[in-house]
Protein backbone atom coordinates (compact mmCIF):
# COMPACT_ATOMS: atom_id res chain seq x y z
CA UNK A 1 0.00 0.00 0.00
CA UNK A 2 1.52 3.30 -0.78
CA UNK A 3 1.64 6.50 1.85
CA UNK A 4 -1.47 8.29 0.23
CA UNK A 5 -3.98 6.15 1.26
CA UNK A 6 -6.25 7.10 4.10
CA UNK A 7 -7.58 4.99 6.58
CA UNK A 8 -11.58 5.61 7.11
CA UNK A 9 -12.67 4.07 10.63
CA UNK A 10 -16.03 3.78 10.81
CA UNK A 11 -18.23 2.77 13.87
CA UNK A 12 -21.39 3.44 13.77
CA UNK A 13 -24.06 3.84 10.60
CA UNK A 14 -24.67 7.85 11.86
CA UNK A 15 -20.57 8.10 10.91
CA UNK A 16 -21.38 7.87 7.06
CA UNK A 17 -22.50 10.91 5.09
CA UNK A 18 -25.33 10.55 3.36
CA UNK A 19 -27.69 12.88 0.84
CA UNK A 20 -30.81 12.73 2.94
CA UNK A 21 -33.22 14.00 -0.18
CA UNK A 22 -31.67 11.58 -2.02
CA UNK A 23 -31.87 8.63 -0.02
CA UNK A 24 -35.65 9.72 1.15
CA UNK A 25 -36.94 9.46 -1.93
CA UNK A 26 -35.12 5.80 -2.64
CA UNK A 27 -36.81 4.53 0.20
CA UNK A 28 -39.60 5.75 -0.32
CA UNK A 29 -40.07 4.67 -3.87
CA UNK A 30 -38.83 1.01 -2.89
CA UNK A 31 -41.44 1.30 0.38
CA UNK A 32 -44.09 2.30 -1.74
CA UNK A 33 -46.79 2.74 0.39
CA UNK A 34 -46.43 4.24 3.75
CA UNK A 35 -43.06 5.04 2.44
CA UNK A 36 -42.80 8.24 5.12
CA UNK A 37 -43.06 5.26 8.07
CA UNK A 38 -40.24 3.64 6.88
CA UNK A 39 -38.22 7.20 5.64
CA UNK A 40 -38.70 7.33 9.78
CA UNK A 41 -37.65 3.96 10.50
CA UNK A 42 -34.23 4.01 8.74
CA UNK A 43 -33.14 7.22 10.07
CA UNK A 44 -34.00 6.14 13.39
CA UNK A 45 -31.44 3.13 13.01
CA UNK A 46 -28.98 4.94 10.79
CA UNK A 47 -28.65 7.58 13.67
CA UNK A 48 -28.47 4.75 16.47
CA UNK A 49 -25.15 4.51 17.86
CA UNK A 50 -26.00 0.99 19.81
CA UNK A 51 -24.35 -1.79 18.23
CA UNK A 52 -28.08 -3.18 17.75
CA UNK A 53 -30.90 -0.33 17.04
CA UNK A 54 -33.44 0.53 19.58
CA UNK A 55 -36.54 -0.52 17.13
CA UNK A 56 -39.30 -3.31 18.17
CA UNK A 57 -42.22 -4.82 16.24
CA UNK A 58 -44.67 -5.88 18.26
CA UNK A 59 -46.83 -7.49 15.24
CA UNK A 60 -43.78 -9.17 13.99
CA UNK A 61 -43.20 -11.11 17.40
CA UNK A 62 -46.65 -11.59 18.11
CA UNK A 63 -47.42 -13.20 14.32
CA UNK A 64 -43.81 -14.29 13.49
CA UNK A 65 -44.21 -17.76 15.01
CA UNK A 66 -47.21 -17.99 12.46
CA UNK A 67 -45.85 -16.78 9.40
CA UNK A 68 -43.29 -19.31 10.05
CA UNK A 69 -45.77 -22.05 10.91
CA UNK A 70 -47.37 -20.94 7.43
CA UNK A 71 -44.58 -21.70 5.48
CA UNK A 72 -43.60 -24.62 7.16
CA UNK A 73 -40.44 -23.12 8.80
CA UNK A 74 -40.75 -25.64 11.93
CA UNK A 75 -37.70 -25.11 13.41
CA UNK A 76 -38.63 -21.08 13.73
CA UNK A 77 -41.71 -21.71 14.78
CA UNK A 78 -41.29 -24.09 17.40
CA UNK A 79 -38.11 -22.12 18.65
CA UNK A 80 -40.60 -19.23 19.59
CA UNK A 81 -43.16 -21.44 21.87
Do not use: C
Not at 8 to 16: F, H, N, P, Q, R
Not at 41 to 47: A, C, L, P, Q
Amino acid sequence: MSDATTELKVTAASDIEVDRDALDASIKEFAGANGEYYVQSFHKIHGTTNLIPGTFNLWAAVLGPFWAASRAIWGMFWSFL
